[in-house]
């Protein structure tokens, strides 16, 4: 069984930075591509950022370019997303997910397998 569990949301203030963390477990790691959500209220759930199984290839969205930096450890089966420079804009819930095809970043949510349960980040201004 599958799981991912995230890690490090909070409530900070514009400017700061956050990491968030997601632990895997159940996977083989090393193979599947990862990537981060986020949702605010009464929106969809958005891409944020991805990454290749290798870790060599990543993805963000036009919003976080610049501002967020994906990258994973395969030996800790964790996937993190740096947040720097933060906004109220940022402010949502924070899902990382799991896709089993390594090779691609996928950018809508229908193309991953598993999902967490998400963390809340609130950015006030």
């Known amino acids: 069984q599958v799981q991912l569990v995230e890690s490090g949301g909070g409530l900070v203030q514009a400017g700061d930075s956050l990491r968030l963390s997601c632990a895997a477990s159940?996977?083989?790691?090393?193979?599947?591509?990862m990537g981060w959500f986020r949702q605010a209220p009464g929106k969809e759930r958005d891409f944020v950022a991805g990454?290749?199984?290798?870790?060599?290839?990543?993805r963000y969205a036009d919003s976080v370019q610049g501002r967020f930096t994906i990258s994973r450890d395969n030996a800790k089966t964790t996937v993190y997303l740096q947040m720097n420079n933060l906004k109220p804009e940022d402010t949502a819930v924070y899902y990382c997910?799991?896709?089993?095809?390594?090779?691609?970043?996928?950018?809508?949510?229908?193309?991953?397998?598993?999902w967490g349960q998400g963390t809340q980040v609130t950015v006030s201004s």
């Open positions: 990454i290749t199984y290798t870790g060599r290839i990543t």
């Open positions: 997910a799991l896709d089993r095809e390594g090779a691609r970043i996928a950018s809508t949510t229908r193309a991953y397998d598993y």
């Open positions: 159940g996977s083989t790691f090393s193979s599947v591509a």
